[in-house]
């Protein structure tokens, strides 16, 4: 089972004012077939084809928050089967712009950081992006990682490892 992104069993998603929105069985229907292939080269036509599915329905319903799942389904595709990470980028920038009180934002703004730095090796906007969701998200449970990133952002692997082997050192000195 291979889809990080789907879960066929919800067949609706709550919104803001309460009512549910109902997905269509286009949707359902792939993310259970998605679900079932374990050979990432053979589940990519499908994911594909439920990534355009996600977001002709988000489109058609853009002012209803629940879409911000359907748009987080479609950056996790693009991550996990496409490796597009700049497709990946653009839709976790959609939900921290136009969806930013869902419970989809935080990671997104997290998101943005990391793939600024692990797959564009932009290290100024990473620290940027990552900023503003410490900034924004104060207490979340990526924080550590955030601020992990941010200490080693930029740094060449060699001087991370001597950073670590000098913490370690000072930590058993202090011990």
Do not use: W
């Amino acid at each position: 089972m291979l889809c990080g992104a789907c879960d066929a069993k919800k067949q609706k998603e709550e919104v803001s004012s309460g009512t549910a929105l109902e997905i269509p069985n286009a949707i359902t229907g792939l993310e259970a077939e998605l679900a079932e292939i374990d050979n990432k080269t053979a589940a990519i036509p499908v994911a594909r084809k439920l990534e355009k599915e996600l977001l002709l329905f988000a489109t058609e319903n853009k002012k209803d928050t629940s879409v911000a799942q359907l748009v987080y389904k479609a950056a996790r595709l693009n991550e996990t089967y496409f490796e597009n990470y700049q497709e990946a980028f653009g839709h976790y920038n959609s939900i921290a712009e136009d969806y930013p009180e869902t419970k989809y934002a935080p990671v997104s703004f997290f998101k943005r950081g990391l793939i600024m730095e692990t797959y564009f090796k932009k290290s100024d906007k990473a620290i940027y992006y990552l900023d503003e969701y410490l900034r924004k998200y104060p207490g979340h449970k990526l924080n550590d990682m955030a601020k992990q990133i941010i200490t080693t952002t930029g740094v060449d692997p060699r001087d991370l490892l001597e950073r670590i082997k000098q913490k370690e050192a000072d930590t058993t000195a202090i011990n």
